[in-house]
C-alpha cells in the first residue's frame, strides 16, 4: 500500500524547524495552553449559544509531529482508494504492478511535501476524533505561533488567548453540534470512496483543458488538481466540504475577533496581520496547485456570510445554520446569504 512512512519524512524534512523549537519558550507555551484553553471555551459558549462537553486535549506539538498527524489522518480516508487502485493495476500483470508502485510512492512524495509547506504555517487545529483514535485534541504548533509573535512583536500573552479563542470556537462546531462530526467525516470519506481509476479520465481532462481555453478560464480552479481531475460526483462533493468549511472558518473567525474586541488591546492588529498572511503572493500560485487557495479564501468568504447574514437578520438566526445537513448554506449560497436567509428563515 502507500509508503506513509515515505510521507512522513518527506514532510519533516520540508517542514524544517526553528530556532526557538525546543527552548523554554516553547515550554512556557506547552504550560500555558490548557490554561488558555479552559479560559477561553466559556467566553466561546457565550458568544456562539454553544456548548460543550467534555475537555479537550490540548498539545504543543512540532511542525514534523504536526504534519505527522495529519498524515495518519490521510492514510485512514485513502484507505478505500488503495485498495481499488491495488486490484486495478493487478489485472494487467507485472507491468500494472511495477505502475502501481510508482503511483504509490507518488501520492506519498505528494503528500509529504504539502503537508511540508502548511506546516511551515499552521498555528493551531482541532482534530476530530478518527474511528481508530483517541482524538478531541487541541493543537498549537509551537515553532509557528513564535516565529509569527517575533516576527511581529505581538503580545503574546493576547496573541496565545486569541488563537486559544479560534481553535475553541472550532471544537464547539463539532461537539456542541451533535451531528457535525460524523457529518464532516462522511463528506470526507465519500469523497475518498467515490475516487475510481479512470483510463478515460485523461481524456476528459483534456476536453475541460480545451474548453476552458476556448472561454478564457484558468485551466485549474480553486479545487486545484483534484478538482481537475474529478467526476460530477466528486466535484459535488468537493463543493459541500468547502462549503461547509467556509460557513466554519468564517465562524470561527468573527468570533475570535469579537471577543478579542472587547478583551484583547492588540486584537485588529493582529487580525490585519494574519489577513495579509493568507493573501501572501510568493505562496498564492503554490495554493492553486493543490487546492489549497480555497482554504485561504474561505476565512474570507465565510466570514462575509456570517457578517452579511448578521446585518440581514441578526447574529441569533445564525443558529438556523445548526439544525441540520440540509439547513446549511451551500457554496452558491455562501456568496449569496440573502438566498439562504430565503430558504432556511
Same mark, same amino acid.
Given at each position: ?24 519558550h516553547e515550554e512556557i507555551l506547552a504550560r500555558e495552553a490548557p490554561d488558555l484553553i479552559a479560559r477561553a471555551e466559556p467566553l466561546v459558549e457565550e458568544a456562539t449559544g454553544l456548548r460543550t462537553v467534555g475537555s479537550p486535549g490540548v498539545e504543543v506539538v512540532s511542525r514534523a ?39 504509490r510512492q507518488f501520492v506519498a512524495l505528494e503528500t509529504g511535501a504539502l503537508l511540508g509547506v502548511l506546516g511551515r504555517r499552521v498555528l493551531g487545529q482541532y482534530e476530530l476524533a478518527l474511528p481508530t483514535d483517541v ?109 461547509? #468549511? ?22 485588529? %492588529? ?6 495579509? %498572511? ?9 495554493? %492553486?496547485?493543490?487546492?489549497?487557495? #480555497?482554504?485561504? %479564501? ?48
Open positions: 500500500m502507500i509508503p506513509w512512512r515515505t510521507a512522513v519524512r518527506v514532510a519533516g524534512s520540508v517542514a524544517g524547524t526553528h530556532p526557538l523549537a525546543g527552548t523554554y509531529a504536526w504534519a505527522e498527524r495529519n498524515v495518519a489522518f490521510f492514510a485512514h480516508l485513502m484507505d478505500p482508494l488503495e485498495e481499488r487502485l491495488e486490484a486495478r493495476f493487478a489485472k494487467v500483470g507485472p507491468l500494472g504492478k511495477g505502475g502501481a508502485a510508482v503511483a482524538g478531541d485534541t487541541i493543537y498549537l504548533v509551537g515553532p509557528n505561533v513564535l516565529a509569527l509573535e517575533r516576527a511581529h512583536q505581538f503580545r503574546p500573552v493576547e496573541f496565545r488567548f486569541w488563537l486559544a479563542l479560534h481553535e475553541c470556537t472550532h471544537r464547539l462546531q463539532f461537539v456542541g453540534i451533535p451531528w457535525m462530526r460524523d457529518y464532516f467525516l462522511s463528506l470526507v470519506e465519500q469523497l475518498a470512496a467515490s475516487a475510481r481509476p479512470d483510463p478515460q479520465r485523461l481524456v476528459k481532462v483534456a476536453g475541460r483543458i480545451t474548453d476552458a481555453v476556448r472561454v478564457g478560464k484558468p485551466l485549474i480552479d480553486e479545487t486545484g488538481l483534484f478538482g481537475l481531475f474529478a467526476n460530477d460526483e466528486q466535484r459535488e462533493l468537493l463543493d459541500k466540504v468547502q462549503a461547509l #468549511m467556509s460557513l466554519l472558518e468564517g465562524h470561527g473567525h468573527v468570533v475570535m475577533d469579537r471577543i478579542g474586541e472587547g478583551m484583547l488591546l492588540t486584537q485588529r %492588529r493582529m487580525s490585519s496581520v494574519l489577513k495579509l %498572511r493568507r493573501s501572501d503572493p510568493k505562496t498564492a500560485g503554490f495554493f %492553486r496547485l493543490t487546492g489549497i487557495e #480555497m482554504k485561504m %479564501r474561505q476565512y474570507e468568504l465565510g466570514e462575509r456570510f456570517i457578517n452579511q447574514v448578521e446585518a440581514l437578520a441578526g447574529w441569533e438566526i445564525l443558529a438556523a445554520a445548526w439544525q441540520g445537513p440540509d439547513s446549511l448554506p451551500t457554496l452558491y449560497e455562501i456568496e449569496h446569504p440573502r438566498v439562504w436567509l430565503d430558504r432556511v428563515a
